[in-house]
């Protein structure tokens, strides 16, 4: 499906395109506070999944430390009630509620302090969707609905999934914007992981196939920020939200001069 256009920015600001990653997807906020400490802007975002919510409350104004402190306030279990429907295990009307107190119930794209798209997986047409206009919630909720593990959200006639499914790095709505795009990726494999349960090897096999729609995307980013630390961490470790801060945080401190020379 096509997706709309970046608006060029005034003034030199960075494009971020932020991927899914489960927990890892924590390490975004630490990323994002560090570009707010060097006075780097941010432009526009694009997000999915983890990163698509990341992307979302940042985009709404909300500091990204006080994103992590309201996650780390989160009991996760409350978010995980199982309504073992035709289309998925749990349901999200918690993780709506939650969304809907801190973002407002009725918030619009437009409303939002930057622009951001979000992107989606419609399950029938096996396409990407892609969301900048109108309500925010419905395709933030799409944009994170884990295919099996949640109910497929049903908004516009669609039966929509996680995004990261066909593109979890959604770099397509930045490209004619004319920012550098910067490509922020939360899934590095770990080479040397040990699959000793069935769980394990469910999470080995999603993450190989979501990482698959990704290498042609980071060849099209102006530069790829991916903490290679984020490999030792697996996608359901939300009680390590502080540490995957911190990686975010240190790993893009550490790309400061990179990032700099593509706003000179």
Do not use: W
């Not at 707010?36 to 409350?57: K, N, Q, T």
């Not at 009307?93 to 939002?112: I, K, N, R, T």
């Not at 990704?214 to 290679?228: D, G, I, V």
């Amino acid at each position: 499906m096509p997706y709309p256009a970046a608006a060029a920015s005034p003034t030199p600001a960075l494009a971020l395109a932020l991927s899914g990653g489960g927990a890892r997807g924590i390490a975004h906020l630490g990323v994002l506070a560090a570009l707010d400490e060097l006075g780097l802007p941010v432009g526009r975002l694009a997000g999915v999944s983890s990163g698509g919510i990341a992307g979302a409350f940042y985009a709404a104004g909300f500091p990204p430390r006080e994103i992590l402190r309201l996650l780390l306030g989160t009991n996760v279990a409350r978010l995980t009630r199982p309504v073992f429907s035709r289309l998925g295990l749990l349901g999200l009307d918690a993780v709506e509620a939650l969304m809907a107190s801190h973002l407002g119930p009725h918030v619009q794209f437009e409303e939002l302090r930057l622009p951001l798209t979000l992107v989606a997986t419609d399950l029938m047409a096996g396409e990407s969707v892609y969301f900048s206009a109108g309500p925010l919630l419905p395709a933030l909720l799409a944009s994170s609905a884990v295919p099996i593990v949640y109910r497929a959200v049903e908004y516009q006639g669609r039966q929509l999934v996680d995004g990261g499914l066909l593109n979890n790095l959604p770099v397509e709505p930045l490209l004619s914007g004319g920012a550098p795009v910067v490509g922020v990726h939360c899934n590095p494999l770990n080479r040397a992981a040990h699959i000793p349960t069935l769980r394990r090897l469910v999470e080995r096999t999603l993450q190989l196939a979501i990482n698959a729609n990704t290498s042609a995307r980071k060849a099209q980013c102006a530069l790829l920020l991916e903490p290679p630390e984020l490999r030792h961490y697996r996608p359901l470790d939300y009680r390590k939200g502080a540490e995957l801060f911190e990686v975010g945080h240190r790993y893009t401190l550490g790309r400061a001069a990179e990032l700099r020379a593509l706003l000179a």
